[in-house]
Nanobody, 127 residues
Framework: QAELAESGGDSVQAGGSLRLSCSAS????????MGWVRQPPEKGREGVAA????????YYGDSVQGRFTVSWDNAEKTLYLQMNDLKPEDTAMYYC????????????????????WGQGTMVTVSS
């Protein structure tokens, strides 16, 4: 079983909402931060949102600020991303990631800079 397992990706109309989930029950490395990184088709990766799972601080990318909300359920070891007012430019593969800081996840989402990555879940937003 994958250490980080995403679910919830789907195809929606612009203006709609989706909630992504990431089960981290099999993830045992003591990362302080969890978050989401996305990769649109034929484009580079972009940090979306992150949360410090120890103290609760959050960090969002400029393009999703005010529309997306990241949260962590410590009892269930599950990370969520509530996405509202979706736009076609939100179309991407969304990856659940673990890292040392929320800033690293959003500002420097390189594979070598993070502790773990999920397999991804696809979100498609049509206009």
């Amino acid at each position: 079983q994958a250490e980080l397992a995403e679910s919830g990706g789907d195809s929606v109309q612009a203006g709609g909402s989706l909630r992504l989930s990431c089960s981290a029950s099999q993830y045992t490395y003591p990362s302080a931060a969890m978050g989401w990184v996305r990769q649109p088709p034929e484009k580079g990766r972009e940090g979306v949102a992150a949360i410090n799972i120890r103290v609760g601080g959050t960090y969002y990318g400029d393009s999703v600020q005010g529309r997306f909300t990241v949260s962590w359920d410590n009892a269930e070891k599950t990370l969520y991303l509530q996405m509202n007012d979706l736009k076609p430019e939100d179309t991407a593969m969304y990856y659940c990631v673990a890292g040392a800081t929320i800033e690293t996840i959003v500002l420097n989402p390189l594979e070598r800079a993070l502790d773990a990555w999920g397999q991804g879940t696809m979100v498609t937003v049509s206009s």
